[in-house]
């Protein structure tokens, strides 16, 4: 079965950084679009940014250009999310998640992410 399990979430100061990994099994990882998505206290869950199976295409939130950088890693069945210049509205649950086709959206169990002074 599909399984996403995030780490690496934690406490940091504002302009602090972070790296977020997602490891996946259970499916055939370098043939789908991988995402990370976030959910704040009161929020909807939202994406933050995706990556297609090769890696060429790239898209991110908005709010997250040119501080988060998404990552793959196929050999390893690893996805990566590099966090920058933290500011305290990022703070967050993280969620890796895949869209199957038929199947719908697999979760993770998710990663806290807290930015604060």
């Known amino acids: 079965q599909v399984q996403l399990v995030e780490s690496g979430g934690g406490l940091v100061q504002p302009g602090g950084s972070l790296r977020l990994s997602c490891a996946a099994s259970?499916?055939?990882?370098?043939?789908?679009?991988m995402s990370w998505y976030r959910q704040a206290p009161g929020k909807e869950r939202g994406l933050v940014a995706s990556?297609?199976?090769?890696?060429?295409?790239?898209n991110y939130a908005d709010s997250v250009k040119g501080r988060f950088t998404i990552s793959r890693d196929n050999s390893k069945n690893t996805v990566y999310l590099q966090m920058d210049s933290l500011k305290p509205d990022d703070t967050a649950v993280y969620y890796c998640?895949?869209?199957?086709?038929?199947?719908?959206?697999?979760w993770g169990q998710g990663t806290q992410v807290t930015v604060s002074p």
């Open positions: 998640g895949v869209r199957m086709p038929f199947s719908g959206t697999y």
């Open positions: 259970g499916f055939t990882f370098n043939m789908y679009t």
């Open positions: 990556i297609t199976s090769a890696g060429n295409g790239i």
